[in-house]
Protein backbone atom coordinates (compact mmCIF):
# COMPACT_ATOMS: atom_id res chain seq x y z
CA UNK A 1 0.00 0.00 0.00
CA UNK A 2 1.42 3.14 -0.89
CA UNK A 3 1.79 5.86 2.09
CA UNK A 4 1.50 9.72 1.26
CA UNK A 5 1.13 11.95 4.55
CA UNK A 6 -0.32 15.13 3.20
CA UNK A 7 -3.88 14.16 1.57
CA UNK A 8 -4.04 17.82 0.09
CA UNK A 9 -0.59 17.29 -1.77
CA UNK A 10 0.10 17.27 -5.54
CA UNK A 11 -1.73 14.46 -7.82
CA UNK A 12 -1.33 13.72 -11.53
CA UNK A 13 -4.99 14.78 -11.54
CA UNK A 14 -5.63 17.89 -10.55
CA UNK A 15 -9.01 20.64 -11.06
CA UNK A 16 -10.09 23.19 -8.90
CA UNK A 17 -12.89 23.26 -6.93
CA UNK A 18 -15.33 24.72 -9.22
CA UNK A 19 -14.47 21.95 -12.24
CA UNK A 20 -14.67 18.90 -9.92
CA UNK A 21 -18.46 20.55 -8.55
CA UNK A 22 -19.41 20.87 -12.43
CA UNK A 23 -17.37 16.93 -12.76
CA UNK A 24 -19.37 15.44 -9.76
CA UNK A 25 -22.86 15.02 -8.57
CA UNK A 26 -23.10 16.75 -5.30
CA UNK A 27 -22.72 14.05 -3.14
CA UNK A 28 -19.58 12.82 -4.68
CA UNK A 29 -18.01 15.60 -4.75
CA UNK A 30 -18.94 15.40 -0.84
CA UNK A 31 -17.48 12.14 -0.54
CA UNK A 32 -14.18 13.09 -2.71
CA UNK A 33 -13.37 16.35 -2.12
CA UNK A 34 -14.80 17.14 1.54
CA UNK A 35 -14.15 14.09 2.88
CA UNK A 36 -17.75 13.60 3.88
CA UNK A 37 -18.94 9.41 4.41
CA UNK A 38 -22.75 8.00 2.89
CA UNK A 39 -25.31 6.73 5.05
CA UNK A 40 -24.39 2.49 5.73
CA UNK A 41 -25.88 0.36 3.18
CA UNK A 42 -27.37 3.31 1.23
CA UNK A 43 -25.33 2.31 -2.14
CA UNK A 44 -26.03 0.15 -4.91
CA UNK A 45 -21.93 -0.77 -5.07
CA UNK A 46 -22.68 -2.66 -1.16
CA UNK A 47 -24.82 -5.84 -2.92
CA UNK A 48 -23.12 -5.63 -5.78
CA UNK A 49 -20.71 -8.77 -6.78
CA UNK A 50 -21.14 -9.41 -10.57
CA UNK A 51 -17.38 -9.38 -12.33
CA UNK A 52 -15.94 -6.40 -13.02
CA UNK A 53 -13.51 -3.36 -12.00
CA UNK A 54 -13.77 -0.03 -9.74
CA UNK A 55 -12.64 3.14 -10.48
CA UNK A 56 -12.34 5.94 -8.82
CA UNK A 57 -15.65 8.28 -9.96
CA UNK A 58 -13.64 11.22 -9.85
CA UNK A 59 -10.72 10.69 -12.28
CA UNK A 60 -11.19 6.99 -13.76
CA UNK A 61 -8.20 5.17 -11.97
CA UNK A 62 -8.20 1.62 -11.57
CA UNK A 63 -9.09 0.72 -7.77
CA UNK A 64 -10.06 -2.83 -7.34
CA UNK A 65 -11.16 -5.61 -9.01
CA UNK A 66 -14.60 -7.47 -8.35
CA UNK A 67 -11.93 -11.01 -7.13
CA UNK A 68 -11.12 -9.19 -4.33
CA UNK A 69 -14.47 -7.96 -2.92
CA UNK A 70 -16.53 -9.26 -0.30
CA UNK A 71 -19.78 -8.78 1.99
CA UNK A 72 -18.27 -7.14 5.18
CA UNK A 73 -21.62 -6.59 6.68
CA UNK A 74 -20.71 -3.04 7.67
CA UNK A 75 -22.68 -1.53 4.93
CA UNK A 76 -20.05 -0.55 2.23
CA UNK A 77 -18.57 -2.25 -0.41
CA UNK A 78 -15.43 -3.54 0.67
CA UNK A 79 -12.40 -5.22 -0.57
CA UNK A 80 -9.44 -6.60 0.85
CA UNK A 81 -6.78 -5.78 -1.62
CA UNK A 82 -6.32 -2.57 -3.63
CA UNK A 83 -4.86 -2.44 -7.23
CA UNK A 84 -0.93 -1.92 -7.39
CA UNK A 85 -0.44 2.14 -7.45
CA UNK A 86 -4.14 2.71 -7.37
CA UNK A 87 -4.55 4.18 -3.77
CA UNK A 88 -2.67 6.15 -1.31
CA UNK A 89 -3.17 6.61 2.54
CA UNK A 90 -2.96 8.91 5.49
CA UNK A 91 -3.76 9.11 9.02
CA UNK A 92 -6.66 10.51 10.21
CA UNK A 93 -7.13 11.28 13.54
CA UNK A 94 -10.74 12.86 13.17
CA UNK A 95 -14.04 11.83 15.64
CA UNK A 96 -11.73 11.73 17.80
CA UNK A 97 -10.02 8.07 16.80
CA UNK A 98 -7.29 7.23 14.55
CA UNK A 99 -7.84 5.59 11.30
CA UNK A 100 -5.88 4.92 8.24
CA UNK A 101 -7.93 7.22 5.42
CA UNK A 102 -7.56 5.94 1.84
CA UNK A 103 -7.32 8.26 -1.33
CA UNK A 104 -7.09 7.52 -4.79
CA UNK A 105 -3.32 8.22 -5.79
CA UNK A 106 -4.29 9.56 -9.22
CA UNK A 107 -6.61 13.30 -7.35
CA UNK A 108 -6.62 12.60 -3.90
CA UNK A 109 -10.11 12.23 -3.98
CA UNK A 110 -11.29 10.55 -0.43
CA UNK A 111 -12.40 6.97 -1.15
CA UNK A 112 -13.24 5.43 3.05
CA UNK A 113 -10.86 3.87 5.06
CA UNK A 114 -9.09 0.36 5.72
CA UNK A 115 -9.18 -1.68 8.70
CA UNK A 116 -6.93 -4.90 10.23
CA UNK A 117 -9.55 -6.67 10.70
CA UNK A 118 -10.68 -8.07 6.63
CA UNK A 119 -9.94 -11.64 5.47
CA UNK A 120 -7.26 -13.71 3.97
CA UNK A 121 -5.02 -13.64 2.39
CA UNK A 122 -4.70 -9.80 3.00
CA UNK A 123 -6.42 -9.14 6.23
CA UNK A 124 -7.57 -5.89 5.60
CA UNK A 125 -10.82 -4.29 4.85
CA UNK A 126 -10.92 -1.48 2.46
CA UNK A 127 -13.99 -0.11 3.56
CA UNK A 128 -15.17 2.54 0.83
CA UNK A 129 -17.98 4.86 0.04
CA UNK A 130 -19.67 3.59 -3.00
CA UNK A 131 -20.29 7.31 -4.43
CA UNK A 132 -16.62 7.47 -4.48
CA UNK A 133 -16.75 4.50 -6.80
CA UNK A 134 -17.44 3.35 -10.56
CA UNK A 135 -18.08 -0.30 -11.22
CA UNK A 136 -17.70 -1.42 -14.84
CA UNK A 137 -18.77 -5.14 -15.07
CA UNK A 138 -16.63 -7.17 -17.07
CA UNK A 139 -16.87 -7.68 -21.11
CA UNK A 140 -19.75 -4.65 -20.57
Same mark, same amino acid.
Request: proline fraction near 6%; glycine fraction near 12%; charge should be negative.
Given at each position: ???? *??? %?? !??? #??? !????? +?????????? #????????? =? $? @?? =????????????? %???????? !? @?? *???????? $??????? +?????? *? !? #??? @? /???? +? *?????????? /??? /?????? =?? =??????????? %???? #???? %?
Amino acid at each position: MADK *TDP %AG !TYP #VEK !TEAEW +RQLLSGDQFA #VLRKHATER =P $W @SS =PLDHEFGGGTYYC %AGCGNELF !T @SD *TKFDSGCG $WPSFFQA +RDGGIA *T !T #VDH @S /HGMI +R *TEVHCAKCGG /HLG /HVFPDG =PR =PTGDRYCMNGL %ALKF #VKKD %A
